[in-house]
């Protein structure tokens, strides 16, 4: 049981390159999350899935896209990087059992910068 | 307006003795939750400890526990006994609904730093 995997763990991108970031969880969760975490910054949400086929956005959703094909994966996709996207990305996992949302499992995090 | 307020950028401890850290949050809904992660310096977020609102006790986890005053909508992290390995940012959250689905909210979290 691996939990929530994360790859890469750090990337560095030129301005206007695209690139996916990898989250698989193998806890049969139904709702994942995504997170940047700006240095000396708590979290905020930049997308998030109830289910396979099913996403929305959060609080920082500009500049990103997910898809939700499957229950284990949910690939984030940055389109054209910009410095401003420099940060630390958590991908998160909930059973959200009932509608009820209790802990989250986060993944270990994936450092990108944008040159 | 925030929701989740953490107003010690950084707190200090001595090794064995006991620190709370503040958090205040901010919401209309009646059914909420309140979490506590720890983020070490190796960047993992570590869950800690989750609180109900319509949970009748504080909850406790280990060394851990949560000072919850709901009508001063403030839940306080207790640790008690600290540890050189406490040492960390920590981070309150809260779950609310948004959009007919259930969110976390994070606070911009507190710097400890357990002296020996």
């Known amino acids: 049981n691996a939990g929530v995997t994360q790859t890469p763990k750090f990337r560095i991108l030129k301005i206007g390159q695209s690139m996916t970031l990898q989250c698989t969880q193998d806890m049969n969760h139904n709702y994942m999350y995504w997170y940047r975490q700006d240095p000396g910054m708590g979290l905020k949400l930049i997308y998030y899935s109830v289910g396979a086929g099913i996403t929305d956005k959060g609080e920082v959703p500009n500049g990103y896209n997910v898809s939700r094909s499957t229950t284990e994966d949910f690939p984030l996709r940055l389109e054209l990087a910009a410095p401003s996207q420099t940060s630390v990305y958590f991908c998160a996992s909930s059973p959200a059992e009932g509608g009820v949302l209790n802990e989250q499992f986060f993944g270990p995090g994936t450092r990108l910068t944008v040159l | 307006a925030q929701k989740i307020t953490q107003t010690q950028p950084g707190m200090f401890v001595q090794e064995k003795e006991a620190v709370t850290l503040d958090c205040t949050y901010d919401?209309?809904?009646?059914?909420?939750?309140l979490f506590w992660y720890k983020q070490p310096s190796s960047g993992e977020m570590i869950f800690l400890i989750y609180q109900g609102s319509y949970d009748q006790q504080n909850a406790t986890e280990g060394r851990y526990s949560l000072n919850f005053q709901k009508a001063r909508k403030s839940a306080n992290l207790v640790i008690s006994a600290s540890q050189l390995g406490d040492s960390a940012m920590y981070f309150c959250?809260?779950?609310?609904?948004?959009?007919?689905?259930?969110?976390?909210?994070f606070g911009k979290g507190t710097k400890l730093t357990v002296n020996p």
């Open positions: 919401t209309s809904d009646p059914s909420y939750g």
């Open positions: 959250a809260m779950r609310e609904l948004q959009g007919g689905s259930e969110k976390l909210v």
